[in-house]
């Protein structure tokens, strides 16, 4: 034993390494092979009640799809919009009227068929017996369409199931329509809706397993139209067994099969999962001799691709090495190469000391070339900033020049409007201080409502009452003068007659309130809580109402902001709410610090 201990511990590092690697690997492979081993023969015990889960799974989801459906169908039977048009196409003399209104139904019909990937189509037999389709519809036989309309009359309002059938072979939902208004349900019999339904879709989408999924009704199979295996027999063997859901194993066909059935106690159908029985083993035993062979095989190559680990283990030392001797004689450039064909740098540890020693000599040549970089980054900079640059002065000079003209040529209104835009361009651009007094914040909106008076003439009716004493107070810039362009945005522009527009004080016991009101249509009260949320975007791209409410509260705290009121169709009403004279006070001077 001594002699096999000295013999390894003088042995090269390549060769420890591969003979580790390999005891690794050999380990590692008997351990997984007995697992499996105890993990297959679980398996083959479970096997049955895996199947069962599976058809519960599919039986459920499928039930789910199925009970959607028959929503869809109440929702379509009580729809105002179809009730409306079927009692008008009852009531209607005229069969020019009547075509009128069928194309009004066929419509409706299609924004319930467009969002249904298992809704072949809809069809509506009016009170008249007329078909109104929409989606992929098929011809009905007289035949049949009368059944259908008998079998919805004797479920008096509730849903019924077509089986598929050589005429057609989609599932349908067939439920009469009565009329009702409101509380009064007179149940006057407006017609037929019936809903073509894909089953072959519903099934592959939400079935679960690779075995074969049938549906079995009193009557027959319901899917699939040629069932694998005989529904006639399948009933024998399942009606001897509990009706309520189990499994049994049976030939059919010359084969063996695994079958497990669930009835259902919503549909009164019968989910019927069968698995070939021999086939389930034969992957079983083919899973198990493809694990063996691919456990050899990852062992050959684990064998050669530590050998390989190990002989690469020295180069990138070597390689390493060489470059430090080119770094100590100055050779910087060189240094930082990897040597032409090199695979790229590894992130193990000979791979991170070989980065790390890039990273310094890249570090060496950054600080050689610092100063002057950032000289030329400083000048490249200046120079954008220069670019950049706004002068508003111009702005302004030039509106003063177009004033000047429009005095000269007696053009007063566009001298009001010019002076106006200027005042409020000068008072918008500004930057020096967030917060205005009050009396500067009612100047700017004058002066946009004077440039909106040109616009809207007589229909702009505006009211101030603000005392003066107030106009000392602060207020954050451009709280007014954007809720004026709202009120005028939402009640003005979408009328056509006059629009009171009113900005008025009130004193209460702890605030001071700024009120914006307008006789338009009004908002709801939950306006900024839904801004808040996200889950109301409104039109426009100023300051809305959440920016100016963060504002305020940004300056005097969360005991102030804004709040919506009104109600809808009798005007919007939007106050301001701000601290009072002494709390206004601290809070200026905070800001001040």
Known sequence: MSKWLRAYRHMKIRRKLSLLIALTVLVTFCFTFLIQQYAFSIYDGQLYDKSSKLLNLSSSVIETELRRIEQLSFAIATDVQIQKLLTAIKNSASEYDRHLLHQDVVNRLITYTGSESSVYSIQLFDAFGVKHDAGLSRQISPAKATRMIRAARSASGSNCWIYPDDEDDALISVREIRSYSNTNFDLQFLGTLLIRINLDNIVRKYAVGEGDLMLLSDAGAIYPRQPPLDPNRLADRIDSRSAAGGYFTGDFGGKTYFVAHIRSANTGWTYVYATPFNDIFRRVIFIKETVVAVFVALLALVLMWGIRFSRGLTRPIEQLIARMKLAEKGNF?????????????????????????????????????????????????????????????????????????????????????????????????????????????????????????????????????????????????????????????????????????????????????????????????????????????????????????????????????????????????????????????????????
């Open 333 to 593: 450039a060189d240094a930082n190469l990897f040597p032409p064909g090199d695979a790229p740098v590894a992130m193990d540890e000979i791979g991170l000391l070989q980065r790390t020693f890039r990273l310094m000599i890249e570090r060496i040549n950054a600080l050689i070339t610092e100063n002057y970089a950032g000289r030329l980054l400083i000048k490249e900079t200046e120079f954008k900033a220069l670019q950049a640059q706004i002068n508003p002065h111009f702005l302004y000079n030039t509106l003063e020049s177009i004033n000047w003209l429009a005095k000269i040529n007696r053009q007063t209104q566009i001298s009001q409007m010019v002076e106006a835009l200027g005042f409020l361009l000068r008072h918008s651009v500004s930057l020096k201080t967030p917060l205005l007094t009050l009396g500067e914040e009612i100047e700017i909106a004058r002066s946009y409502l004077t440039i909106q008076k040109f616009r809207f003439e007589d229909r702009l009716v505006f009211s101030l009452d603000v005392p003066e004493a107030e106009f000392g107070r602060p207020i954050p810039k451009l709280t007014l003068q954007p809720l004026l362009e709202n009120a005028i945005r939402y009640a003005l522009e979408p009328s056509v007659g006059a629009c009171r527009i009113a900005v008025y004080a009130r004193e209460a016991e702890d605030a001071f309130h700024l009120v914006v009101e307008d006789d338009g249509p009004g908002l709801p009260a939950d306006t900024l809580e839904r801004l808040r949320a996200g889950q109301w975007t409104a039109k426009g791209g100023g300051i809305g109402l959440a920016n100016i409410d963060e504002r305020i509260r940004i300056a005097f705290g969360d005991r102030y902001g804004i709040r919506v009121g009104g109600r809808p169709g009798r005007g919007a009403r939007v106050t301001v709410t701000l601290p009072k004279e002494t709390e206004v006070m601290n809070h200026v001077q905070s800001i001040a610090r």
